[in-house]
C-alpha cells in the first residue's frame, strides 16, 4: 500500500490571526476538490528558522510568509529567486523533496496581474508611472512596473532617504519627487500606485492633492481594507481607470497553490467573495 500523504501548506506572520489567505486557499482546494489543507501559523522571529526547517519533516510542501518575516527568510532560504533576490523579500516558500526552502517573490506578479484582469486595456508603456510610498510593497511594484515597461517612474515618499535608496537599487527610470511636490506629477501619468498604508482603516487618510488625474489614467491602490479607498473613490469621479487591491492578493497567490497543490487556480468573483 503506497502511502499517500495530504500535502499541507499555510501562512505564517506574527500577527496572523487577520490574514485571509487561508479562506482563499481553503475557497480553492474545497472548488477543485483538492486533498490539502491551508492553516495561519503565528511564528515569532526568534522561532522562525527552526519551524521552517521542520515542517518539510511533516507533511508541508510551502508557505506563504508574510509581515514582518519577507527579509529574514531570504537568509533561510536555500535557493532564492531572481525575483525575490531583486525585490529584497520573499513571500512564497517552496519545500522540495530533499527538504531544501525555496523561496520566491509573487507580489509583483500579482499586482500585474490583477491591473490586467481589472483594466485589461492598460499598456505599461503607455506613460510615466507615480509610486506613492517606499516600503516593501513598493519594491515589488517598482521592480514590476519596470519589467512590464513603464518609461518612467516617479517615487515620492514620506521620508525623501527611503525613496532614494530605491532610486539606487532600480536605477535611471526611477526619479524621486518630494512628498509635498507628489501630486504635481499625477498630471503626467498614465498609471498612479498607493503601495503606503495611509488611507487603510485604522490609518491616516492618504492627503497628496488628487487634482491633477486625468480621465483614463489607471489608479490602483494596494489597501483592500476598505475596498475603496479615498484614492480611489476620487480617481473615480475624475474618470480614471481605478483597480482595487484585493485582486492583488488573489493573484499573488495563484503561483504558490499551483506549486503546492499541482492545480492553477481561477481568480474569479467567486474568489474574492470568499476573502470578502
Not at 213 to 238: K, M, S
Request: charged share 20%.
Amino acid at each position: 500500500m503506497t502511502d499517500h500523504k495530504i500535502p499541507l501548506a499555510g501562512v505564517i506572520g506574527s500577527p496572523i490571526a487577520h490574514s485571509r489567505s487561508p479562506l482563499l486557499h481553503g475557497h480553492w482546494l474545497k472548488r477543485y476538490e483538492l486533498p490539502g489543507h491551508y492553516i495561519p501559523m503565528d511564528v515569532p522571529a526568534a522561532k522562525l528558522a527552526e519551524t521552517l526547517r521542520l515542517l518539510p519533516q511533516i507533511g508541508f510542501v510551502g508557505v506563504n510568509i508574510t509581515i514582518p518575516h519577507k527579509e529574514r527568510v531570504m537568509e533561510i532560504a536555500d535557493v532564492v529567486s531572481d525575483r525575490a533576490t531583486l525585490i529584497g523579500a520573499a513571500n512564497t516558500l517552496t519545500f522540495r523533496d530533499d527538504g531544501s526552502i525555496y523561496a520566491d517573490n509573487t507580489d509583483g506578479y500579482g499586482f500585474i496581474e490583477n491591473l490586467r484582469q481589472g483594466a485589461p486595456d492598460w499598456q505599461a508603456a503607455s506613460g510615466p508611472a507615480v509610486v506613492l510610498g517606499a516600503g516593501g510593497a513598493s519594491r515589488a511594484v517598482i521592480a514590476s512596473l519596470l519589467d512590464a515597461g513603464v518609461p518612467k517612474l516617479y517615487l515620492s515618499n514620506r521620508t525623501r532617504t527611503r525613496a532614494e535608496a530605491l532610486r539606487e537599487d532600480f536605477g535611471q527610470r526611477v526619479h524621486v519627487v518630494d512628498w509635498v511636490r507628489a501630486g504635481n506629477v499625477l498630471e503626467d501619468a498614465a498609471t498612479v500606485v498607493n503601495t503606503s498604508s495611509l488611507g487603510m482603516v485604522g490609518k491616516p487618510e492618504l492627503r497628496v492633492p488628487l487634482d491633477g488625474l486625468r480621465p483614463g489614467t489607471l489608479v490602483t491602490d494596494i489597501v483592500y481594507t476598505p475596498l475603496e479607498t479615498r484614492l480611489l473613490r476620487i480617481g473615480r469621479e475624475l474618470g480614471c481607470t481605478c483597480v482595487d487591491g484585493l485582486g492583488m492578493l488573489l493573484h499573488q497567490a495563484v503561483p504558490g497553490f499551483e506549486r503546492w497543490f499541482g492545480k492553477r487556480p481561477v481568480v474569479d468573483a467567486d474568489a474574492r467573495a470568499a476573502v470578502l
